[in-house]
């Protein structure tokens, strides 16, 4: 089974609590692995480093959010899912505020109770094209990341959606090969396609060949190589040969 840890917060603009989802324990069981590092599987969680406040779109960097209170998911469950149990209201909302009063010290009684009738909305992941607007990054790694997942994102829209954000496309094709690291073996093959899906192809082939690299990037590396020496500038789904 699956399991959540979540967390309640405070949003440094509006004070209003929200949660944030995170998984206990995650796994790339079923994965399917794109050419430009992006891996989508059913139990795997990328991560949230960015989130967007759900009550007022604040962006803030999750590693600088405090939690007030980290609780499992049938914790959470217990508190905010109400119906699923067969206490009577009232019965349950006396549980509910000492428990949820333990938890969270320093939260006024206001808060609980607010928290208690309506539960507490979830930080959302922001849309990272719109993020990369507003540049919330204060250094060289958080603009890598704004950046990747803008890319991600972009790669996955129709090729009519992509002409309307052309430049942003453009300029993330600019810069983000200046940020990725070539010596990490994941980053070296993501900046050979960066320059082969905006068809730059010799830059493409001639970085994959300047040096090798390990284990499970092998297939990676070789199949992207390819895609370049063929002239073929779309995203890909990399073959399964397990
Ligand atoms: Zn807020």
Request: aromatic fraction near 10%.
């Amino acid at each position: 089974m699956t399991s959540y840890y979540i967390s309640l917060s405070r949003c440094n603009e509006c004070g209003r609590i929200f949660s944030n989802w995170g998984f206990g324990s995650g796994n790339t069981l079923g994965a399917e692995r794109y050419t430009d590092g992006r891996v989508e599987a059913p139990m795997f969680d990328p991560g949230q480093s960015l989130l967007s406040c759900p009550y007022c779109g604040l962006l803030m960097w999750t590693r600088d959010t405090r939690a007030l209170c980290t609780m499992r998911d049938v914790d959470y469950m217990w508190l905010f899912e109400r119906d699923l149990f067969g206490l009577k209201e009232d019965e349950k909302r006396a549980v509910d505020k000492s428990v949820l009063s333990s938890q969270l010290k320093g939260v006024s009684d206001d808060d609980i109770d607010s928290l208690l009738r309506d539960k507490p909305k979830t930080a959302g992941t922001p849309d990272m094209i719109a993020a990369m607007q507003e540049k919330p990054w204060r250094n060289r790694e958080e603009e890598k990341y704004v950046l990747v997942n803008a890319w991600w994102k972009l790669n996955r829209l129709s090729s009519e959606e992509r002409t309307a954000f052309s430049s942003v496309s453009a300029a993330i094709c600019e810069r983000l090969p200046f940020l990725l690291d070539e010596s990490r073996d994941a980053e070296l093959i993501m900046k050979a396609e960066c320059f082969r899906l905006s068809g730059r192809m010799e830059q493409a082939v001639s970085l994959l060949s300047s040096r090798s690299v390990a284990g499970e990037y092998v297939e990676w590396a070789s199949f992207v190589k390819k895609l370049a020496e063929r002239g073929d500038s779309e995203i890909r789904k990399i073959p399964d040969n397990s």
